[in-house]
């Protein structure tokens, strides 16, 4: 899935954004299985690797600012959750990381609860 966004201000107002670094394929399966609800909270999922991101997920200027943002550490899997307002809003070691946390995390906030209410 290409994503066409090259700053994280694209992204602003509308998507939070959930990225991980250090992610295997466990986690991968996780995020993939939690498809529809990622969806639904208006989540945009970026994988770090490395030095860099995964083509598919976006173009180099946004992979370049995730990480001098995060500076996620090396050799320490983690998860980051950056909200709509472009601010980062948790964090989690992705040994701790888990969909419900995640979930539950996001449908606690204001701003979720305010878009639960309008979209009914």
Known sequence: MLFA????????WKYRILVVSGADGKTIELLE??????EDR???VFILSGKGMREYAAKPPLAKELLQRLDPPEGKPM???I???GKTTLSWTLGDFTLE???ASIDAMP???KEVRERR
């Open 101 to 103: 946390k995640l979930f």
């Open 79 to 81: 998860a980051y959750l």
């Open 5 to 12: 966004q090259e700053r994280i201000s694209d992204l602003k």
């Open 111 to 113: 701003m979720r609860k």
């Open 33 to 38: 299985s939690g498809e529809e609800g990622l």
């Open 42 to 44: 208006d989540l945009k």
């Open 83 to 85: 909200g709509k307002d």
